[in-house]
């Protein structure tokens, strides 16, 4: 089955305690994103990746990092993180098309991070 | 630059009723357009999405949307509206740059009536 993975689905930490959210894809996508979720703010992106090795920030990547070492992972890395940090966080891929933006985005079902 | 402006926060209507959801849109470049719906709980899934083909699209579920250049719209529609579409939906642009930026709507949360 086609599908994005998220792990952990539910977590709740304390500020300054590294965490790691990772992101799998069984579709070969080229195209990784990570974003996250906030009230009346819609969907924000923190980085994306066009292929492996290549990353880029997105609207709001502060307080993340992120690495793309091999195609089907994409973990989204939070070193110290913070109260303002805590949201809904989906991760997403999808192929590139030849013009150069994304076709369909598929989604994880979403991580939920509660930093106190 | 891109952005994506949803018109409505909420919208309510009764089962069986059309369904209007409006998004306007700025784009520098050829944009490609999409329409993604997210039920309470879950990611988000793809209803349709537009792509420099033609200007009317379908999607799943009976939803359609119209790009209009001229007004840079892209409204989603759907003319009988039932309870299981009560759900966010998110109006998102993709820009032909080379880069791979997805701007997101704010979303608009469709409640369906009895």
């Known amino acids: 089955e086609a599908q994005v993975t998220q792990n952990p689905r539910y977590l709740i930490t304390v500020t300054g305690k590294k965490l790691t959210v990772t992101c799998s894809q069984n579709?070969?996508?080229?195209?990784m994103s990570w974003y996250r979720q906030d009230p009346g703010l819609g969907l924000r992106q923190i980085y994306y990746?066009?292929?492996?090795?290549?990353?880029d920030k997105g609207d709001v990547p502060e307080g993340y990092k992120v690495s793309r070492k091999e195609k089907r992972n994409f973990p989204l890395i939070l070193e110290s993180p913070s109260p303002n940090q805590t949201s809904l966080y989906f991760c997403?891929?999808?192929?590139?098309?030849?013009?150069?933006?994304?076709?369909?985005?598929?989604f994880g079902e979403g991580s939920r991070l509660t930093v106190l | 630059a891109q952005s994506v402006t949803q018109l409505d926060s909420h919208v309510s209507v009764s089962e069986g009723t059309p369904v209007l959801l409006r998004c306007n849109y700025s784009?520098?470049?050829?944009?490609?357009l999409f329409w993604y719906v997210q039920h309470p709980n879950k990611g988000l899934q793809l209803l349709l999405k537009?792509?420099?083909?033609?200007?009317l699209v379908k999607g799943i579920n009976g939803f359609e949307a119209e790009f209009k250049k001229s007004e840079t719209s892209f409204h989603l529609t759907k003319p009988s509206a039932h309870m299981s579409d009560a759900a966010e939906y998110f109006c998102?642009?993709?820009?032909?740059?080379?880069?791979?930026?997805?701007?997101f709507g704010a979303g608009t949360r469709l409640f369906v009536k009895a």
């Open positions: 537009y792509t420099s083909a033609a200007t």
């Open positions: 990746s066009m292929n492996v090795e290549v990353t």
């Open positions: 579709m070969n996508h080229e195209y």
């Open positions: 997403a891929s999808s192929f590139s098309t030849p013009t150069g933006n994304t076709g369909e985005l598929f």
């Open positions: 998102v642009v993709s820009e032909e740059t080379g880069g791979f930026k997805t701007i």
């Open positions: 784009s520098s470049y050829s944009p490609s």
